[in-house]
Antibody, heavy 120, light 110 residues
Framework: QVQLVQSGAEVKKPGASVKVSCKAS????????INWVRQATGQGLEWMGW????????GYAQKFQGRVTMTRNTSISTAYMELSSLRSEDTAVYYC?????????????WGQGTLVTVSS | QSALTQPASVSGSPGQSITISCTGTSSDVGGYNYVSWYQQHPGKAPKLMIY???NRPSGVPDRFSGSKSGNTASLTISGLQAEDEADYYCSSYTSSSTQVFGGGTKLTVL
């Protein structure tokens, strides 16, 4: 069965960077886009960007341009999301989500979420 | 890109029907049939309930249905059940080749 397993919780200081991993199993990793979505405590979902694991092509929300980098290691079926210049407002649960094969159709598979806490 | 507009909360009694609206613009909801809906219970990851405006993934009860008219998409839940109580989010593709979510709607089953 399809599974996305994310790395564990992180605590970072303001100005630092965080790199969250998302290990895929149960399907061909390079066949489906990976998107990243975050959710601050008590707040709504916020789309951050997408990556095509086959080509490595990416697209980011304007809000995160210049601060976010999405990469992958196809040999271990793992996607990564790195966010730099962290500030307190970046404290949130970060999710990876797999697409349906048709870009932008929807995300039927999600990771369990990774809590990133930014605090001095 | 501004978030899509959803009502903050809706409520209904068991067995009733409710509809959650999701209003965007011609650059997102109105311009594409890539509207999806997600259900999220507290502490859990979102679950896809509707994709491409009105399609249900396998395993989602047919009590859940989606539609769109102009710049507004809607999620209707008929025959409300206690387990439907959750937060619901709409999402749409945009003309900037990005995705945007709604602010979320808290559904209370009375």
């Amino acid at each position: 069965q399809v599974q996305l397993v994310q790395s564990g919780a992180e605590v970072k200081k303001p100005g630092a960077s965080v790199k969250v991993s998302c290990k895929a199993s149960g399907y061909t990793f390079t066949s489906y886009d990976i998107n990243w979505v975050r959710q601050a405590t008590g707040q709504g979902l916020e789309w951050m960007g997408w990556m095509n694991p086959n080509s490595g092509n990416t697209g980011y929300a304007q809000k995160f341009q210049g601060r976010v980098t999405m990469t992958r290691n196809t040999s271990i079926s793992t996607a990564y999301m790195e966010l730099s210049s962290l500030r307190s407002e970046d404290t949130a649960v970060y999710y990876c989500a797999r697409g349906m094969g048709i870009p932008w159709s929807g995300y039927p598979y999600w990771g369990q979420g990774t809590l990133v806490t930014v605090s001095s | 890109q501004s978030a899509l507009t959803q009502p903050a909360s809706v409520s209904g009694s068991p067995g009733q029907s409710i509809t959650i609206s999701c209003t965007g613009t011609s650059s997102d909801v109105g311009g594409y049939n890539y509207v999806s809906w997600y259900q999220q219970h507290p502490g859990k990851a979102p679950k896809l309930m509707i994709y491409e405006v009105s399609n249900r993934p396998s395993g989602v009860p047919d009590r859940f249905s989606g539609s769109k008219s102009g710049n507004t998409a809607s999620l209707t839940i008929s025959g409300l059940q206690a387990e439907d109580e959750a937060d619901y989010y709409c999402s749409s593709y945009t003309s900037s080749s990005t995705q945007v979510f709604g602010g979320g709607t808290k559904l209370t089953v009375l």
